[in-house]
């Protein structure tokens, strides 16, 4: 099982490091290219829109030809959106390649999840889910002090050039170490009518769609979070990029970190449990923040403490809730794995760019930003994530 999670873990990494590598470059790159912060922003909502889109396109894909094809095809926009980024003279062309790349990265997204399914199921799915989640936990570890010194060195338009390096070896992984998960018995062709009727199947199904905006209200926190932090830490709390990148780590450990007790709890007490248990921790601890930010009790150690906890929650609930929605659709992993994935995304740069019509420069909004997402994935779980519902048999 360490083997597949390492090679997915490395698959994962690569949309995860084009955002985070970046983020000290973010206030730099604003300066260098004579934009505001929140054309900026855009850029990463951008990105987060087109990653979520094209989901939508590579599941189906995946499930006629399998796992492999489409993890290629992603690679290659992926590489060309990279170098066109390295050369990019505006905000605007920069937004445009940004979304290249995230068109292409998503692939990189949804055949993990899909292969995870291929593979395991229940408690055993989420133990190789935390497992690719310990893999992708350098990225906000390492991908920022990256970054940094890259800038420091060469400047911001090598990070993109890295990036594109990143693409050739996903493309060699692919190619020479990955298995292929789904044998050609088990594809199925791509048909319009049908596609249409299993995603609208998917659509009305309230289970699958309260635990996918449970994890995407998680996971939009955490845009916004990466959206305003270079420029909440660096401008308003004075750090460099280097203390930021730190910084950032620290915050991001707290998701890791607890994405690793998801697995043994899940064997212990059930999916379900979990995800509740996450989301509870979850709203506490952000609106917990809030309240201290309304009241002038937020410095930077509070701020990073409250985003600790925060995280720690989202750690539990991010890999449970892509099991449990997955769990019943084993025919249409692919798809089903595609559209939670798009509906995702698209709510991480939605809120990316409702949070930005208020982002001020300050802590507050990104804060009140968060605790929202909070509370929108506190009522879904109330509503959606019953305690008497049965959890996978361990």
């Avoid at 979304?99 to 292969?115: H, L, S, T, W």
């Avoid at 893999?135 to 594109?164: K, T, Y």
């Avoid at 659509?203 to 699958?208: E, I, N, P, V």
Wanted: glycine share 10%; net charge positive.
């Amino acid at each position: 099982m360490f083997r597949i999670a390492l090679m997915l873990g490395l698959l994962s990494l690569v949309g995860p490091f084009a955002i985070d590598m970046y983020l000290p470059a973010l206030p730099t790159i604003a300066t260098d290219l004579t934009a505001s912060e929140a054309q900026i922003q855009f850029s990463l909502t951008a990105y987060f829109i087109a990653y979520g889109v094209a989901q939508i396109f590579y599941g189906p894909l995946a499930d006629q030809t399998g796992r492999k094809l489409p993890i290629l095809l992603g690679a290659s926009i992926f590489l060309a959106g990279a170098v066109g980024a390295t050369f990019s003279q505006s905000a605007a062309a920069l937004t445009m390649w940004r979304a290249v790349q995230g068109f292409g990265g998503a692939a990189m997204m949804v055949m993990p999840r899909a292969i995870v399914r291929d593979l395991y199921r229940g408690p055993e799915a989420t133990k190789l889910m935390s497992l690719v989640m310990l893999v992708i936990s350098v990225s906000p570890m390492l991908a920022p002090l990256a970054g940094s010194a890259v800038i420091a060195v060469s400047g911001w338009r090598v990070v993109f050039a890295f990036m594109a390096a990143l693409a050739v070896i996903t493309v060699c992984v692919t190619l020479f170490l990955l298995p292929e998960t789904l044998p050609p018995e088990r594809r199925t062709p791509v048909n319009l009518r049908r596609l249409f009727r299993t995603a609208g199947s998917l659509l009305s199904d309230g289970t699958f769609m309260g635990l996918t905006f449970i994890g995407g209200f998680g996971m939009a926190s955490f845009f916004v979070f990466i959206a305003s932090a270079s420029f909440v830490y660096i401008d308003q709390f004075g750090m460099d990029s280097t203390q930021f990148s730190l910084a950032f780590a620290l915050n991001a450990l707290g998701f890791f970190g607890a994405t690793q007790f998801a697995g043994p709890m899940a064997g212990r007490v059930g999916v379900t449990r979990v995800v509740r248990t996450g989301v509870g921790m979850f709203f506490c601890s952000t609106a917990l923040l809030l309240v201290l930010a309304l009241a002038g009790l937020a410095p930077l150690p509070v701020i990073m403490a409250g985003l600790f906890c925060s995280n720690a929650g989202l750690g539990l609930v991010i890999p449970t809730t892509a099991v449990l929605a997955l769990e019943p659709h084993g025919d249409k992993a692919g798809l089903a794995s595609s559209m939670g994935g798009t509906l995702q995304m698209m709510t991480g740069g939605v809120m990316i760019a409702l949070s930005g019509l208020f982002f001020d420069g300050t802590a507050l909004p990104m804060i009140g930003a968060i605790f929202f997402c909070a509370m929108v994935a506190m009522g879904l779980t109330l509503t959606f994530v019953q305690r008497e519902a049965t959890a996978p048999a361990v």
